[in-house]
């Protein structure tokens, strides 16, 4: 059930539309089911309406007359709610929406229980899914109600509700939300041939702007090269920034102006302040590498960088891992205009969908993941190879990250957030199989002979016997036998690598951990492969941590085992 508050100066308008036919001729059978005192006159009941009409008028706005006498009348009198339930809900009879009225106007201070001077007010049912109430913010004792956050106390009154008479339980937000448009822009946007308004066009246009900028001087000069965008920048006295403004090229008012939004009412981490913060001390890729030096590969890092993500929203820091839920928000920003156009589709729905939950009322600590912007800002200047490997790697770990980020919004009661991130969820499904298809089909088709397949179908067995089956009867088997196979040319040990990826990442929620054996072997193979030396002080180190048989159980031999020390630099 949710509610619709606003205010007015017209009582008379207000009851002649509740008891008119509608906009539309959708209102049936206009009527009271509460009132302030319960006698109240019900147009809707009398053989005289438009009499009784008017008598209701008089009596609501009896003791604003009264507060007019005294120059103490609000301008804006009129208190205007609606309570609307939702599709799935049953139908409520006349008595139970009497008492949900009155539960709301005690708890949004219009007549607080037991208070013999609170407001009058009345509850008019003209549909079978919602009612309005209306009332005039003038108490007995001639001053003004006190209803402030009168939404925010509605809104908590109406989860009550919903509990209290077993119906759907709306999912609420936080008020960190991006405003939506309005019906007049979303009309707007469906003359002008636009499936979405203006202000949701013109957000993700600066979103991918800051997700791709690596200084709060470069987001304004790509907003200001963008095409079909007017940018305004504001400055102080002394020549700093002080905001920006944007518009869409023939997004215009009845006077033909431009009509202008600034960052903060496109969405709340869009001020120019917000930007700044995130985007100020960013570390820069370079653009060369020193001689003799291999240049690591961007998606390699970006991609490690993301997946870290878990392991820091399962930490106690809430601020720095709403920094990284929001830092790779950015990465979704980013990826659409870097990925191919048979993926861009997907991509950008992702990234429109899990905006919501990249924002809470937890505040993030962006510095904490500037390492994780530094990665994503890198791809930039990396094109997607023709295999696409890098690209259905970030999604691999993107899968995971979501998933990561759904169960940390859910532990902290944030339900928008958590439906946001659901919701992405398949839409990354859908761009991740497509991303992945063409790149799996190209190492299968360089799959080992069958003995050598059959070695790392044991070496499966060993490292992760809960997940051997499926990994041996999926599809993508053959190409991790290929990246195995590849890994052990390059001179590492395929073994070692299969536990090393076990215990690096969980393979419970992976949506196929073949997949993920896949990607994270063949980015850990790239990587130079330790000496004959290195691999032997391994060996010794392995043999001296190893438990006796009769210490290991089966649910041990991944989690268990000792991590291998890493070549030395």
């Known amino acids: 059930m949710i509610a619709k508050i606003s205010s007015g100066k017209d009582t008379a308008g207000l009851i002649r539309y509740l008891y008119g036919p509608g906009r539309a001729n959708e209102h049936t059978d206009p009527h009271l089911v509460a009132s302030w005192d319960g006698f109240a006159p019900d147009p809707g009941r009398s053989n005289n309406f438009?009499?009784?009409?008017?008598?209701?008028?008089?009596?609501?706005?009896?003791?604003?007359?009264?507060?007019?006498?005294?120059?103490r009348a609000p301008k804006q009198h009129v208190w205007h709610c609606s309570l609307r339930a939702s599709p799935e809900d049953r139908i409520l009879s006349d008595d139970e929406w009497a008492a949900i009225a009155r539960r709301i106007v005690a708890a949004t201070g219009i007549a607080p229980e037991g208070d013999p001077d609170g407001c009058r007010w009345i509850a008019?049912?003209?549909?079978?899914?919602?009612?309005?109430?209306?009332?005039?913010?003038?108490?007995?004792?001639?001053?003004?109600?006190?209803?402030?956050?009168?939404?925010?106390?509605?809104?908590k009154e109406l989860a009550t509700v919903e509990k209290d008479y077993g119906l759907h339980q709306v999912i609420r937000g936080?008020?960190?939300?991006?405003?939506?448009?309005?019906?007049?822009?979303q009309e707007k946007a469906r003359r002008t041939g636009h499936q979405r308004a203006a202000r949701e066009r013109l957000r993700s246009t600066v979103r991918t702007a800051v997700s791709v900028a690596t200084s709060p001087e470069e987001f304004l000069d790509i907003l200001t090269r963008t095409d079909s965008v007017q940018v305004d920048i504001q400055y102080f006295p002394s020549g700093e920034i002080r905001g920006y403004k944007v518009a869409l090229d023939g997004d215009t008012n009845a006077a033909g102006d431009p009509i202008w939004h600034s960052g903060s009412k496109l969405a709340p981490d869009l001020s120019f302040p917000k930007i700044r913060e995130r985007l100020t001390d960013l570390d820069t890729p370079p653009t060369t590498t020193p001689e003799n030096h291999r240049r690591p590969n961007p998606w390699h890092q970006a991609t490690a960088a993301a997946e870290r993500i878990p392991h820091r929203l399962a930490q106690a820091d809430d601020a720095a891992?709403?920094?990284?839920?929001?830092?790779?928000?950015?990465?979704?920003?980013?990826?659409?205009?870097?990925?191919?156009?048979?993926?861009?589709?997907?991509?950008q729905q992702a990234a429109i969908t899990l905006e919501r939950a990249t924002r809470s009322r937890i505040r993030a600590q962006q510095d904490q993941a500037r390492a994780l912007r530094s990665a994503i800002r890198a791809l930039r200047t990396t094109p997607i190879t023709e295999d696409g490997t890098g690209l259905a790697m970030f999604l691999d770990v993107a899968l995971l990250v979501v998933t990561a980020a759904a169960h940390w919004h859910q532990l902290r009661q944030h339900d928008q957030q958590v439906a946001a991130a659901h919701q992405t969820l398949a839409h990354l499904q859908t761009a991740y199989q497509q991303a992945a298809r063409t790149p799996l089909a190209t190492l299968a088709q360089r799959q080992p002979p069958a003995h050598t397949i059959e070695r790392h179908a044991k070496q499966i067995r060993t490292v992760v016997p809960d997940y051997a089956e499926e990994v041996l009867e999926d599809p993508a088997w053959a190409a991790l036998a290929t990246v195995l196979t590849e890994a052990e040319t390059a001179g590492h040990d395929p073994e070692r690598l299969l536990q090393h990826v076990a215990r690096q990442r969980t393979l419970d929620d992976a949506h196929s951990a073949t997949h993920v054996l896949t990607w994270r072997i063949l980015r850990l193979s790239q990587r130079q492969a330790p000496s004959a030396r290195a691999r032997a002080a391994q060996n010794r180190s392995t043999m001296r941590s190893v438990p006796s048989p009769a210490e290991v159980s089966p649910a041990r031999t991944v989690q268990g085992w000792p991590a291998p020390r890493g070549p030395r630099r």
């Not at 899914?129 to 925010?152: E, M, S």
């Not at 936080?174 to 822009?185: G, I, N, S, V, Y």
């Open 50 to 71: 438009n009499a009784t009409r008017k008598l209701l008028v008089a009596d609501l706005d009896l003791r604003l007359h009264q507060a007019k006498r005294l120059g």
């Open 124 to 155: 008019v049912r003209h549909a079978q899914d919602h009612i309005h109430i209306a009332a005039t913010k003038v108490r007995g004792d001639l001053r003004t109600a006190r209803h402030w956050n009168d939404y925010l106390t509605a809104d």
């Open 174 to 185: 936080d008020r960190t939300a991006a405003k939506r448009p309005t019906r007049a822009e």
């Open 321 to 347: 891992a709403q920094a990284h839920i929001a830092a790779f928000g950015e990465a979704l920003d980013a990826l659409p205009i870097l990925a191919p156009k048979n993926l861009r589709p997907q991509l």
